[in-house]
């Protein structure tokens, strides 16, 4: 190392808590703290990682603000794409890592930093996250992961701690939170096996509201632009819904996936807004876009998902998806109803000038205004054509 700084990406929690005390006590370097705001974190909030930090004595704590260009870079083709892993889950953390990742290598830069750390384990997907980009924007740094290093448990490092005059309450402690704008993960004993679910504890939103609830969310060209008819950017409206249904405990699951590193692993979360919005996006597209967009997307939509998962976001291919992705919601614009209620929310209908479901050609189901039963008939004697020169051909004696 040409200098002892090192810039160390802090959330506050167990896992970085531990790494300042041993960076400064093992291996003697000035630690520089960072925590990247990617929308998980009140004003608050900061101010307590901050002195958090200072207390188990950093050198020097920087917030990072990086909500807007986390959606704008990230989120918001997610919300395109309606990406949910394996059906389930929003990439809650899996966006927020890379964003993060990118923001610490580029503080490390101008810091002059010779080092840069993080917590996680090394058997997790984050560790890839962080390294990978660390790698591409900042090379000539060292990456030291003393979690990843020493193969250390939750409870190693809470007697490390304690040992170095540091409490940790160990009913906290026991599940790992990693909370951002588009969600929430939860960690713990339970999701290290296959059977058994998160206990209610385990959330950091309970379920607080049990009288359901009528709201609608604004869409403007693909992105949220409203709630309940109040105009707002992006990032409050996204914060503002997930408010809003948190309280109804919307949004909870269990991902079970392939890791980056080839196991299969398990993490709980919650992401009332993320889900919501994913599913009113989709509903609202399947009114205005046509059936082979709709396909189209899906496929990308998917790939681009799995790729972020991945770490790739720097693979060229990405910001070809995210112009295909940009240009299908040109005509993706209109209200969507929402009733919530606890635990699940119901997407009850839309409002669009662009809804395709118009009457003036016909009523599913009811009646047909631009075509006539003769039509029909025609119709479909040609579209069986294929169907049944492949029977007269193979047909069996």
């Not at 705001?37 to 990072?64: C, D, P, W, Y």
């Not at 993060?100 to 580029?106: D, G, S």
């Not at 969600?183 to 096996?193: I, K, P, Y």
């Not at 403007?220 to 105009?231: P, R």
Request: charged share 20%; glycine share 8%; proline share 3%.
């Amino acid at each position: 190392m040409k200098n002892k700084k090192v810039v160390l990406a802090f959330s506050g929690g167990l896992d970085t808590s531990y790494c300042v005390k041993y960076l400064k006590n093992e291996k003697q370097v000035e630690v520089y703290s960072a925590i990247v705001n990617t929308g998980g974190f009140s004003e608050m909030e900061l101010i307590e990682i901050e002195e958090k930090a200072l207390r188990l004595g950093v050198k020097q704590h920087v917030t990072l603000q990086e909500t807007e260009a986390y959606y704008d870079n990230i989120i918001k083709y997610l919300i395109f794409g309606n990406v949910l892993k394996n059906n389930t889950y929003p990439l809650s953390v899996s966006a927020e890592r890379i964003y993060q990742a990118i923001a610490l290598a580029n503080y490390a830069k101008t810091v002059g930093a010779s080092a840069i750390a993080h917590g996680s384990t090394g058997a997790g997907n984050d560790q890839i996250r962080f390294d990978l980009i660390f790698q591409l924007i900042a090379p000539e740094l060292e990456i030291i992961t003393p979690i990843r290093d020493q193969q250390l448990s939750r409870k190693a490092e809470i007697d490390y701690l304690a040992q170095n005059g540091v409490g940790v309450d160990w009913e906290k402690a026991q599940y790992s939170i990693n909370k951002g704008l588009w969600g929430t993960s939860v960690g713990g004993a339970e999701t290290l096996t296959s059977n058994l679910p998160l206990p209610e504890v385990a959330f950091p939103s309970q379920l607080t509201e049990t009288v359901p609830k009528i709201i609608t969310i604004e869409f403007d060209k693909g992105e949220i632009s409203g709630i309940n008819g109040e105009e707002m950017k992006p990032v409050k409206a996204i914060q503002t819904l997930e408010n809003i249904a948190n309280k109804y405990a919307i949004g909870r699951d269990v991902h079970v996936g392939d890791t980056i590193i080839g196991i299969k692993g398990r993490v709980g979360f919650e992401a009332a807004a993320a889900s919501i919005i994913i599913k009113a996006h989709h509903t609202l597209e399947k009114h205005t876009l046509s059936k082979w967009q709709l396909h189209w997307k899906e496929q990308l939509g998917s790939w681009y998902g799995m790729f972020i998962h991945e770490s790739q976001y720097f693979e060229p291919v990405m910001r070809n998806i995210e112009a295909f992705l940009q240009d299908t919601q040109e005509n993706v614009s209109g209200s969507v109803s929402i009733a919530l209620h606890p635990y699940r929310f119901i997407v009850q209908g839309i409002t669009s000038s662009h809804d395709l479901m118009t009457p003036d050609f016909g009523a599913y189901g009811e009646i047909n205004k631009n075509w006539s039963g003769e039509d029909v008939k025609g119709f479909t004697k040609v579209l069986a054509n294929s169907m049944q020169i492949f029977k007269h051909v193979n047909a069996k004696g």
